[in-house]
């Protein structure tokens, strides 16, 4: 998908001016930038739930869209199976109790199968918020800072889970976070919305195919990263 040129006013504030983005298909796009910089505007737009101004934002007609929030949004009077198979009913989709049960379980949440949102912890809710988006088969995965409200421990393995569901059908992911480690470690490219009205931004690629061990920034693009979020305080 793509924006061009996309201009967001709200009253008289303008958010976004002549934005222009192209996702790669298939690839995890980080979104970065100052609280109030227009971030989650920028998925409601890419989700349709918001219109721009003037510009263009494209996208495939039949794609599939996903959204996972800050907070699981779970529905609390169901299970967790019903919790994941309610989405797919909503989609038509045939997919048996045994099917979302491997993929719960890939999860590592076998034993919670039955349980209700209220028995969870909050990492555990997450995994089946991400679950659910990835089980309907999205082409498009918009994420908002899904793991911002989790300790750094459980927020890692939320990490290993996302790149280990991504990568069984490979959507395209917009995610945003504030956590640059957590961009260097899931995106292939990082996007960092600058500016203050206007919006600028710089597009920082990782290496393709790189394994999980490597290196997949320049030690450049890292310093260059880091001068941007902190706003050129010290690396
Ligand atoms: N519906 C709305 N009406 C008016 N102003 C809005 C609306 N939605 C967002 N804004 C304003 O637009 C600006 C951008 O909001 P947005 O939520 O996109 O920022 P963000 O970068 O995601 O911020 P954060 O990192 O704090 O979540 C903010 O100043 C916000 O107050």
Same mark, same amino acid.
């Given at each position: 998908?793509?924006?061009?040129?996309?201009?967001?006013?709200?009253?008289? &504030?303008?958010?976004?001016?002549?934005?222009?983005?192209?996702?790669?298909?298939?690839?995890?796009?980080?979104?970065?930038? @100052?609280?109030? *910089?227009?971030?989650?505007?920028?998925?409601?737009?890419? $989700?349709?739930?918001?219109?721009?101004?003037?510009?263009?934002?494209?996208?495939?007609? #039949?794609?599939? *869209?996903?959204?996972?929030?800050?907070?699981?949004?779970?529905?609390?009077?169901?299970?967790?199976?019903?919790?994941?198979?309610?989405?797919?009913?909503? &989609?038509? &989709?045939?997919?048996?109790?045994?099917?979302?049960?491997?993929? %719960?379980?890939?999860?590592? %949440? $076998?034993? $919670?199968?039955?349980?209700?949102? #209220?028995?969870?912890?909050?990492?555990?809710?997450?995994?089946?918020?991400?679950?659910?988006?990835?089980?309907?088969?999205?082409?498009?995965?918009?994420?908002?800072?899904?793991?911002?409200?989790?300790?750094?421990?459980?927020?890692? #393995?939320?990490?290993? %889970?996302?790149?280990?569901?991504?990568?069984?059908?490979?959507?395209?992911?917009?995610?945003?976070?504030? #956590?640059?480690?957590?961009?260097?470690?899931?995106?292939?490219?990082?996007?960092?919305?600058?500016?203050?009205?206007?919006?600028?931004?710089?597009?920082?690629?990782?290496?393709?195919?790189?394994?999980?061990?490597?290196?997949?920034?320049?030690?450049?693009?890292?310093?260059?990263?880091?001068?941007?979020?902190?706003?050129?305080? @010290?690396?």
């Amino acid at each position: 998908m793509r924006f061009e040129q996309v201009t967001k006013h709200y009253g008289n &504030r303008t958010i976004m001016s002549e934005l222009s983005l192209e996702l790669h298909e298939g690839q995890i796009t980080c979104i970065m930038g @100052s609280s109030g *910089i227009g971030k989650t505007t920028l998925l409601r737009m890419a $989700a349709g739930l918001e219109l721009p101004d003037s510009g263009i934002i494209e996208r495939r007609s #039949d794609m599939r *869209i996903g959204y996972v929030f800050q907070e699981p949004r779970l529905l609390p009077w169901k299970t967790v199976l019903d919790n994941v198979r309610w989405v797919l009913d909503d &989609r038509k &989709r045939a997919i048996r109790d045994e099917d979302i049960a491997v993929w %719960l379980t890939e999860a590592g %949440l $076998a034993h $919670a199968l039955t349980s209700y949102p #209220d028995q969870l912890s909050g990492g555990m809710k997450q995994r089946v918020s991400l679950i659910r988006a990835f089980i309907a088969n999205p082409g498009l995965l918009l994420m908002d800072e899904p793991f911002q409200s989790l300790d750094a421990a459980t927020r890692l #393995d939320m990490q290993k %889970l996302l790149l280990r569901l991504w990568h069984k059908n490979k959507p395209t992911v917009l995610l945003v976070t504030h #956590d640059l480690d957590e961009a260097l470690a899931l995106g292939s490219r990082i996007v960092v919305l600058t500016g203050a009205g206007s919006l600028a931004m710089d597009i920082f690629h990782a290496a393709a195919d790189v394994g999980a061990d490597t290196m997949r920034f320049t030690a450049d693009d890292i310093v260059k990263l880091h001068k941007l979020v902190n706003g050129h305080q @010290s690396t």
